[in-house]
């Protein structure tokens, strides 16, 4: 009987959620849904390949086969168990079902246990209340679902579990190469709910040591934001002493800023002393100043001489004293019979010699 009908799934292409041709948002979120339902099937997946290595909390259910063998069965393995403890399960051989593969299009995966039924009854060679069967189904890459499954007579079933003296609602594996495929009655679902338990104790065993192992490495970092808050908490606390503070301190501020400001002026400003030396000694004694104005390093003069020209260069030999010029004609005086003159110069400051 194995492998009898494992062509006889092409009718069944027509078997799915009647998922129509869609644009925009709905293909969108046709593959989001997809990829979502791969994603729960991945994770499924490698939790039942933890379950039977050990690596995850698990029922394992003590089964009888139809010879008398005992065997343990976590996840979809079975191995052989020693000792005489009273069996809960039922493991029907690979020789007494009827084993086949079938291909079905993409749908959600909700929705596959109803796609399966269905098709398994189109395939089926007796009525649907006859039989009891188990599946496995797997994503292909291409699309779609491929689905092993597997059928047994119920009255064969039946015998068996009177055999073994288990009773009628007692869960039942079909055995394909050393895999349990469970049959999904109520009894299997009373034991799916319970892995389900430990399946969340598990999941909070993981969080709790994944917060062991980082803790030591996130330590510093609460340690800075403790920091970090008493600093802000210091600071407000200091905020309302600090304000008579800070108005001295703008004051001092303020005066010191005008203190740099005059020592700026004192050290721009000419020495006048010593301009009216220079000038007093660069005069020859035939002629005199009516007036002298300073503005910063610039010097104007104005008065008589014999000889403005003469004068001009007098002035401009003068260490002290650099870029003489007249800015005016100079005028004749015939009742002094002297020239009146009017000249610019520029202090040369530091170094210079009256």
């Known amino acids: 009987m194995d492998d009898a009908l494992v062509g006889a799934d092409a009718p069944l292409k027509q078997v799915g959620t009647g998922i129509q041709a869609m644009t925009g948002w709905g293909q969108l979120s046709l593959r989001a849904q997809t990829m979502l339902d791969r994603i729960g099937w991945g994770f499924g997946d490698f939790k039942r390949v933890l379950m039977e290595h050990g690596a995850w909390p698990a029922?394992?259910?003590?089964?009888?086969?139809a010879d008398g063998t005992r065997w343990s069965v976590t996840g979809t393995r079975a191995r052989p168990r020693s000792g005489s403890g009273k069996a809960s399960c039922l493991l029907v051989g690979e020789?007494?079902?009827?084993?086949?593969?079938?291909?079905?299009?993409?749908?959600?995966?909700?929705?596959?246990?109803?796609?399966?039924?269905?098709?398994?009854?189109?395939?089926?060679?007796?009525?649907?209340?006859?039989?009891?069967?188990?599946?496995?189904?797997?994503?292909?890459a291409q699309g779609g679902w491929s689905v092993e499954w597997g059928m047994?007579?119920?009255?064969?079933?039946?015998?068996?579990?009177?055999q073994q003296g288990l009773s009628e609602n007692a869960p039942v594996y079909l055995v394909r190469q050393g895999r349990a495929y469970p049959v999904r009655a109520a009894a299997w679902r009373k034991l799916d709910?319970?892995?389900?338990?430990?399946?969340w104790g598990g999941m909070v065993l993981v969080v709790l040591v994944l917060a062991a192992f980082s803790l030591p490495a996130l330590m510093p970092l609460v340690l800075k934001r403790q920091a970090v808050v008493r600093a802000v908490e210091h600071v407000s606390m200091l905020e309302p002493k600090a304000g008579p503070l800070r108005q001295k301190m703008d004051e001092l501020r303020h005066q010191a800023e005008l203190a740099e400001?005059?020592?700026?002026?004192?050290?721009?400003?000419?020495?006048?002393?010593?301009?009216?030396?220079?000038?007093?000694?660069?005069?020859?004694?035939?002629?005199?100043?009516?007036?002298?104005e300073v503005n910063g390093s610039e010097i104007r003069?104005?008065?008589?001489?014999?000889?403005?020209?003469?004068l001009i260069g007098h002035l401009g030999r003068q260490p002290g004293?650099?870029?003489?010029?007249?800015?005016?004609?100079?005028?004749?005086?015939?009742?002094?019979?002297?020239?009146?003159?009017?000249?610019?110069?520029?202090?040369r400051g530091e170094g210079a010699k009256p």
């Open 152 to 162: 047994c007579r119920r009255n064969t079933l039946a015998q068996q579990l009177e």
């Open 59 to 65: 029922l394992s259910a003590a089964a009888v086969a």
């Open 95 to 140: 020789s007494d079902c009827l084993w086949g593969t079938m291909q079905l299009p993409d749908m959600p995966r909700r929705a596959l246990a109803g796609g399966i039924d269905e098709a398994l009854w189109r395939v089926s060679p007796m009525p649907p209340e006859q039989i009891v069967a188990a599946w496995h189904a797997e994503p292909q």
């Open 301 to 310: 003069v104005t008065g008589l001489t014999g000889n403005a020209s003469e």
């Open 193 to 199: 709910a319970r892995q389900r338990w430990m399946d």
């Open 261 to 292: 400001e005059l020592r700026k002026s004192v050290n721009a400003d000419l020495p006048l002393a010593s301009v009216i030396e220079a000038l007093s000694t660069s005069i020859p004694s035939d002629a005199w100043l009516d007036r002298i």
């Open 321 to 347: 004293l650099a870029d003489v010029r007249a800015t005016g004609a100079s005028v004749r005086d015939a009742t002094l019979n002297k020239e009146r003159f009017t000249f610019e110069m520029r202090w």
